[in-house]
């Protein structure tokens, strides 16, 4: 342990860099985060290489596997139970709301089990944490723009057929959407996971809790099926409820905006980013000696 006599100002250390285990996020942590962002990007690559390393079919999972899940849905939800989609082509309006929960999903689930997947390289070196967590949200980020390249052409099509038309307004605003639900899921997955660093027991009751939040978010059924009631204010609490139907409103031309909702889920997303950074910033430093 450094001698409090021995403790120097940074100018005195020269190129080196004091690392204290002060509890508070440090200063400058956000600058110091734009100097490794190579390592961001390094990230980024080495997870697409382990990931499809040794697989048939490689990258090409990324679109067949929800392309198969959203035929699955069309089969089941929008055949057997004959839930209506707006008028909306059913392959585009259940790949369009798999693309988007995917995004989110894997944003929040990739971030829940950081300490415990990376506990051995956050041991051995140091390197911003917060970088891993980012990370994962690009990876789910360039996921979701690949299934987009398959959506664009069902898109196309049925544009061109006149059986879709959507609001170029709120278009415009899809940079936003994007932001705000991949920083949501940043913020709820990066809190999951300094929970996991002690308590490995939420690792199996996050699995639960995605399934549930699924259920629990128009992705399946249109916010318009859902009549008046308790039901629906829950889910209108819910903050990826009106992302999902802001992206339907934007390329479908159909979708329910609700401004008390929408505040809503922007006030919650940016709780769950500030309270998910100090959180994390205060469970990486002692995190090891739990895992």
Same mark, same amino acid.
């Given at each position: 342990m450094t001698d409090e006599k021995d403790i120097r100002t940074p100018e005195e250390y020269g190129d080196y860099t004091l690392i204290d285990p002060s509890m508070k996020p440090r200063k400058g942590a956000w600058k110091e985060l734009l100097q490794y962002r190579s390592l961001i990007g390094m990230f980024v690559k080495r997870e697409f290489l382990v990931k499809y390393k040794q697989t048939v079919l490689g990258p090409i999972w990324i679109v067949l596997q929800?392309?198969?899940?959203?035929?699955?849905?069309?089969?089941?939800?929008?055949?057997?139970?004959?839930?209506?989609?707006?008028?909306?082509?059913?392959?585009?309006?259940?790949?369009? /709301?798999?693309?988007?929960?995917?995004?989110?999903? /894997?944003?929040?689930? /990739?971030?829940?089990?950081?300490?415990?997947s990376y506990a051995q390289l956050f041991g051995k070196i140091y390197f911003p944490r917060i970088t891993v967590p980012i990370a994962n949200v690009v990876i789910s980020l360039i996921q979701f723009f690949v299934v987009m390249?398959?959506?664009a052409g069902f898109y196309i099509w049925y544009l061109a057929k006149g059986e879709v038309a959507g609001s170029w307004t709120v278009f415009a605003l899809l940079?936003?959407?994007?932001?705000q639900l991949g920083a949501l899921g940043l913020g709820c997955g990066i809190i999951l996971s300094s929970a996991t660093a002690k308590y490995r027991d939420v690792s199996i009751?996050?699995?639960?809790?995605?399934?549930?939040?699924l259920y629990a978010t128009p992705v399946l059924f249109p916010l318009s /099926?859902?009549?008046?009631?308790?039901?629906?204010?829950?889910?209108?609490?819910?903050?990826?409820?009106?992302?999902?139907?802001?992206?339907?409103?934007?390329?479908?031309?159909?979708?329910?905006?609700?401004?008390?909702s929408c505040a809503w889920s922007v006030?919650?997303?940016?709780?769950?980013?500030?309270?998910?950074?100090?959180?994390?910033?205060?469970?990486?430093?002692?995190f090891i000696d739990t895992v």
């Open positions: 929800p392309f198969l899940m959203s035929l699955a849905y069309m089969f089941i939800f929008g055949g057997i139970a004959r839930i209506q989609t707006e008028g909306i082509p059913k392959i585009l309006f259940y790949l369009g /709301s798999n693309a988007m929960w995917t995004f989110f999903s /894997s944003s929040l689930l /990739s971030n829940a089990n950081v300490f415990t390249v398959l959506f940079p936003a959407i994007l932001i009751v996050i699995q639960f809790l995605g399934q549930i939040w /099926s859902i009549p008046d009631g308790v039901m629906r204010t829950l889910m209108l609490l819910n903050p990826v409820t009106q992302p999902m139907e802001l992206f339907r409103l934007a390329v479908f031309g159909q979708g329910t905006f609700v401004p008390w006030l919650v997303t940016a709780t769950a980013v500030c309270a998910g950074w100090r959180i994390f910033s205060r469970v990486e430093k002692t």
